[in-house]
């Protein structure tokens, strides 16, 4: 068994490069656990903001990998460092799931309806009049935090509309766009990463399905990087704009069995 790219640090992506739905793509597990035994570093980078820390770790456990909560990184943990840092104090109206408003509530982030600030997250419990209220809140001048850009994100029974279709919305209604959006490719998820490595970002390698999330993400740091074929891009959508160090079938083929 040896390593296809080798590097110190493996930051992956979820769905679509590790699980689609709940099921593992192809010998990912095997890849992982490889990763572990040769003593590598592995983190889970994503920028579904509708889950918990604990959602994730289980959902993994599902799926036969055993993660601690310091390898799983989401675009939740990277708005509660932006909105800590940039508006200390600050009440925030959020748009998310109750598993997103308990974890501002767990980090000290108070929620209230005349809030200084709105925050999109991924909220699959989504209602017309919270939608209403962001829409009142960003007119009288509010500061607009988006957790992720994503548009869609991928289910086993079709695309489900995401924060960037979400702020699509807003932003015509509003005439606002985002002042800050958290997960990838932005800087408050890069502020996370880093903060929990300690090797030079040329020994860093980010696996992910997406071009304009993952791989940008990646080469904004200056990591290396490796586009997976099993989620949204494929062969014919790959350009030039956003390039890849690598390509990959899957990202089980970062180990050779
Ligand atoms: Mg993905």
Redesign the pocket.
């Known amino acids: 068994m040896r390593l296809a790219i080798d590097a110190d640090v493996f930051l992956f992506?979820?769905?679509?490069?590790i699980y689609l739905g709940d099921k593992p793509i192809g010998r990912v597990l095997d890849m992982l656990h490889a990763l572990d035994a040769l003593d590598k570093k592995v983190f889970f980078l994503t920028n579904n903001s509708s889950k918990t820390t604990d959602e994730y770790i289980s959902k993994l456990k599902r799926i036969g990998y055993n993660a601690n909560s310091n390898q799983i990184i989401t675009s939740t943990h990277a708005t509660i460092l932006y909105v800590k840092n940039v508006l200390p104090g600050k009440s925030v109206y959020p748009l998310g799931t109750s598993a997103f408003c308990e974890e501002l509530i767990k980090n000290g982030i108070s929620i209230t309806e005349d809030a200084d600030a709105v925050l999109l997250a991924f909220d699959t419990d989504l209602s017309y009049n919270k939608l209403w209220h962001a829409n009142v809140l960003l007119d009288k001048g509010r500061v607009f935090i988006a957790t992720h850009p994503d548009l869609i994100c991928p289910s086993d029974i079709g695309n489900m509309p995401d924060v960037g279709s979400l702020t699509a919305l807003l932003t015509a209604s509003s005439g606002r766009s985002p002042d800050m959006v958290c997960g990838k490719p932005y800087s408050p998820m890069a502020d996370l990463v880093n903060g929990q490595i300690n090797v030079t970002a040329d020994r860093v390698l980010m696996v992910?399905?997406?071009l304009y999330t993952?791989i940008l993400f990646g080469t904004n740091n200056g990591y290396r990087t490796a586009l997976v074929l099993t989620?949204?891009t494929t062969l014919d959508t790959l350009d030039d704009k956003i390039k890849p160090t690598y390509v990959l079938q899957s990202a089980d083929m970062l180990v050779e069995f």
Do not use: I, M, Q
């Not at 992506?13 to 490069?17: F, H, I, K, S, V």
């Open positions: 992506d979820l769905d679509g490069t992910g399905d997406r993952d989620g949204e």
